[in-house]
């Protein structure tokens, strides 16, 4: 069965409503919103989850920062 790109973007996709996508040096960041809670991913890993979209934006930056 023939699966077409954005099929299988979608499956590899966390759940919830996508609301932030980045890269940075060389790691991709995104943010979920799931259950009124915005969940931070790198390199599509949960990192935690955080109560406002800018706290989970900076929270997300500053991790990737300091690890690579």
Do not use: C, W
Not at 23 to 36: A, L, Q, R, V, Y
């Amino acid at each position: 069965m023939k699966k077409i790109f954005k099929e299988f973007r979608k499956s590899t996709m966390p759940p919830g409503e996508h609301m932030y996508n980045k890269k940075i040096k060389g790691s991709t960041f995104m943010i979920h919103k799931e259950k009124g809670k915005f969940i931070v991913y790198i390199d599509n890993e949960k990192l935690d989850s955080y109560s406002s979209l800018g706290m989970a934006k900076k929270a997300g930056t500053e991790f990737i920062k300091q690890v690579k």
